[in-house]
């Protein structure tokens, strides 16, 4: 297994109002895995989401299934 840190990005759909999420897609191939953490506490947990978990949440926000919040 690959020792690699995440390289953390933030939505270019975020309007920037310091409620976002941040996730690291560079862990896909080498652990299957899409790490999330919150923007506003970068030292704080990780959720480890599953790639097809996690592309079926992306898919389901891209068909407003969810909403607003």
């Given at each position: 297994m690959t020792n690699e840190s995440p390289c953390w990005f933030t939505s270019s759909y975020s309007e920037n109002g310091g409620a976002c999420v941040q996730?690291?897609?560079n862990l896909i191939?080498?652990?299957?895995?899409?790490?999330?953490r919150d923007?506003?506490?970068?030292?704080?947990?990780v959720l480890n989401?599953?790639?097809?978990?996690?592309?079926?949440?992306?898919?389901?926000?891209r068909a407003d299934e969810f909403g607003t919040v």
């Open positions: 996730v690291a897609t191939v080498s652990r299957g895995v899409v790490p999330v923007s506003k506490s970068p030292a704080g947990p989401v599953a790639v097809d978990s996690f592309t079926s949440f992306v898919a389901g926000v």
